[in-house]
């Protein structure tokens, strides 16, 4: 077989969800450094060659990346039903997305910008329940935004996230700074000494709560704020018109 055959041959058998796959698992095994092109085609056994017929350099590999992260939020909130749980639906499914991919929180934040059919996806779906909500187009983007990077501080912020460290020594680094902490002279930072297992534990249930606590707070602010939008419009509509513009429910 010559070379040209077998380049094609290559390409015949390389479908480009393969090479996402994975990119994918060596950016959650090693983090995004680790995914070059020619590190995917030795995984794959074949010839970086193969590799271009889909991504012809890494920033492109890593779109189509993010593309996947993106396509795995679940945005099948319905169109009926209140509008505050359905935007918690859908920032509670970017969290869990970004919990299951290490590499996926660097990911998003350094390819923000929305070009591909999912990420547009999300972002309609969540622009469409906040204009349910009350909110015009300008607050209802700023919300949005303040969503998706809400999703990513929560993960990048949880204690002991670091995706380039092994289990083992995630534990022990959380352990010596919850030691660093407790030590303090307690006279100085008594807050601190008594926070030191909470600022720094890393276990499963200490990590749900860090989620669930950050996801409530987002959403009661976004609620609260539709309570003001609200109260804005009626105030602008009696100001103008004389009569009360109905009132939307907060949620």
Known sequence: MTSTEASDAERTRLSKAAVIDRALAIGDAEGLEAVTIRRVANELGVTPMALYWHFRAKDQLLAGLAERIWGEIDIDVGSAGDWAQQLRRILESLVRVLRAHPCASQLLASTEKLHGDAALGVTETTLEVLRRGGFDAVQASEIARSGLWTGLMLVMSAPGFDPALADAERAEMMRRNQVRLAMLPPDRYPRLVEAAAPMTACATEHQDFHYTFGIDLFIAGVQEMAVRATA????????????????VPAG
């Open 232 to 247: 804005e419009r009626a105030t602008t509509e009696r100001t103008t018109t004389g009569r009360e513009s109905p009132p």
